[in-house]
């Protein structure tokens, strides 16, 4: 998987923020908010290593 790669759907986040607040959302947002996903991806992928697991599940998070 390529690192700049988007973990998010782009429509789903613009859809949410136009009906959430009536606003636009730029496409630098979609860039930050994957980047964002991929850290917390990190930490918990760190943390079910940790623990001696290998499935990543929502208490790593």
Do not use: P
Request: net charge positive; proline share 0%; with cysteine.
């Amino acid at each position: 998987m390529a690192e700049n790669e988007n973990l998010v759907i782009a429509s789903k986040v613009k859809a949410y923020i136009k009906t959430t607040a009536d606003m636009k959302c730029s496409a630098a947002v979609i860039d930050i908010l994957s980047d964002k996903v991929r850290e917390m991806c990190d930490k918990a992928i760190a943390n079910a290593k940790a623990a001696k697991k290998k499935t990543v599940q929502d208490k790593d998070f």
